[in-house]
């Protein structure tokens, strides 16, 4: 995030969550979905947002996941399950307070841990951390990173930093590739690579340490090794626009076409078909908005 914030949306600029809902019901007919996420910004600071995940579960999608800054995890973990959230993706960049608070914007890395471990004693799992891994920064604490998450049972994914947003003006200097990181495990853990499923960001791996301790470990390398060629995600902006891919500048704005009846809906369909036909091998960044406003 921008040390200034972000300009706020109106709440009628925003899609409401029944809009949301149609949108995937949609989606789920024109091309049948294996996987939804919730994200942000930060998708719990959303009231209500229990509601979307209910009227979403009701869609039967078989993976339901929700990426949060784990700040409100500890509250909202029991009420999430119980609406029908399958798991989360945390975002964990430090185990230091100090370079937590910093990285986050003023986070409490202590409300994050007990976020996560409610996560768990809530069953909603896999618990995933996802890191992005800067160079002078967080990069020594790989090692304590993975031995956090294989104490306790759940997957560490680092993150190549993306020339996007306010991480465009440093990525050069940050950037820590994920065959550095997987160096920086060897150290200590010896790395076995799981089969790669089709359309997946990332590459997971078993990681075992001398003493026979064991786990999971992801790396998600977007800019030294793209997962382009069979990647058929789409995104959906809090303002109503389908993009295809992170990276570029583009999105079509759809929000008004679920309320023009047959005819608008009819021309969804070509849209989100056009969407998913063209998606292409990337040739560079071209975002200049904010993450967090992209659902980053």
Known sequence: M????????????????EEIAALVRLLNDVAPLDKIRITGGEPLVRPGIERLVAMLAELGIPDMALTTNGQLLAKFAGPLKAAGLGRVNVSLDS?????????????????????IAEAL?????????????LRGVNDS??????????????????????????????SREWFFSGAEVSAVIQTRYRMEAFPRESGSTCRSFAVVDHVGAAGRVGLISACSEPFC?????????????LMGCLAVDSGVPVRALLASGPRGLEEMRTIIGS??????????????????AIGG
Request: with cysteine; aromatic share 4%; net charge positive.
């Open 141 to 170: 604490e790989i090692l304590n990173l993975v031995a956090f998450a294989v104490e306790r049972g759940i997957e560490a994914r680092f993150l190549e930093v993306m020339p996007i947003g306010v991480a465009a003006k440093h």
């Open 2 to 17: 921008p040390t200034d914030g972000i300009s706020l949306r109106s709440h009628a600029d925003i899609m409401r969550y």
């Open 121 to 133: 004693h809530c069953g909603l799992a896999p618990v995933k951390t996802n890191t992005v891994v």
């Open 95 to 115: 185990l230091d307070e100090r370079t937590y608070r910093k990285l986050s914007g003023g986070g409490v890395l202590g409300r994050t841990l007990e976020g």
């Open 229 to 241: 060629h069979d990647c058929g995600r789409l995104r959906l902006t809090s303002d109503g626009r």
């Open 275 to 292: 969407i998913l036909t063209h998606k292409k091998v990337r040739d560079t960044f071209r975002q200049p908005q904010v993450m967090a």
